[in-house]
């Protein structure tokens, strides 16, 4: 298994997950608690462009209360579904997770926001390992699914 490190205070990590966007060529399933970052919403939709299957999980009170991601997600006609943690209108879905063609999860603590990426130390890990992909993939399914029936 490769596992690889990488901290705001040494590189741009939307650059690095731009890099990663660029690569993928089929499916791209994201959890994401936080998210507005115009730059990595633009390289979602050149993704999309290119053929790449999107699904974006977000926490439905962050994206209820921020109008500017909800106007991201629209200017870019990014699909995406909403949920909440298990414990109900308060709690979280605080995952920030991508799956990159079933072969790549980059984590961390980076939300994609232009806080994270401007004025936060934040990371990333890229996971490459087969079993833990399925793991995170098993975990998105559950979250879309579960998304699907709260709508």
Same mark, same amino acid.
Request: avoid cysteine; charged fraction near 25%.
């Given at each position: 298994?490769?596992?690889?490190?990488?901290?705001?205070?040494?590189?741009?990590? !939307?650059? %690095?997950?731009? +890099?990663?966007?660029?690569?993928?060529?089929?499916? +791209?399933? !994201?959890?994401?608690?936080?998210?507005?970052?115009?730059?990595?919403? !633009? *390289? %979602?939709?050149?993704?999309?462009?290119?053929?790449? #299957? %999107?699904?974006?999980?977000?926490?439905?009170?962050?994206?209820?209360?921020?109008?500017?991601? =909800? =106007?991201?997600?629209?200017?870019? #006609? %990014?699909?995406?579904?909403?949920? #909440?943690?298990?414990?109900?209108?308060?709690?979280?879905?605080?995952? $920030?997770?991508?799956?990159?063609? =079933?072969?790549?999860?980059?984590?961390?603590?980076? @939300?994609?926001?232009?806080?994270?990426?401007?004025? @936060? &130390?934040? @990371?990333?890990?890229?996971? @490459?390992? *087969? *079993? #833990?992909?399925?793991? &995170?993939?098993?975990?998105?399914? !559950?979250?879309?699914?579960?998304?699907? $029936?709260?709508?």
């Amino acid at each position: 298994m490769l596992i690889t490190a990488a901290f705001s205070r040494e590189i741009s990590l !939307a650059d %690095l997950i731009e +890099l990663h966007l660029s690569r993928t060529s089929n499916t +791209l399933d !994201a959890a994401l608690y936080r998210f507005n970052s115009r730059r990595l919403a !633009a *390289a %979602l939709a050149a993704s999309a462009t290119r053929g790449v #299957q %999107l699904r974006l999980l977000l926490d439905r009170n962050k994206h209820e209360g921020d109008p500017g991601t =909800q =106007q991201l997600l629209a200017d870019y #006609q %990014l699909p995406f579904r909403l949920l #909440q943690g298990p414990g109900g209108p308060a709690s979280k879905m605080h995952h $920030k997770f991508v799956i990159l063609d =079933q072969r790549l999860v980059i984590t961390g603590s980076y @939300n994609w926001t232009s806080e994270s990426e401007e004025e @936060n &130390y934040e @990371n990333l890990l890229s996971l @490459n390992d *087969a *079993a #833990q992909i399925e793991r &995170y993939r098993d975990e998105f399914e !559950a979250l879309w699914t579960e998304a699907k $029936k709260s709508d």
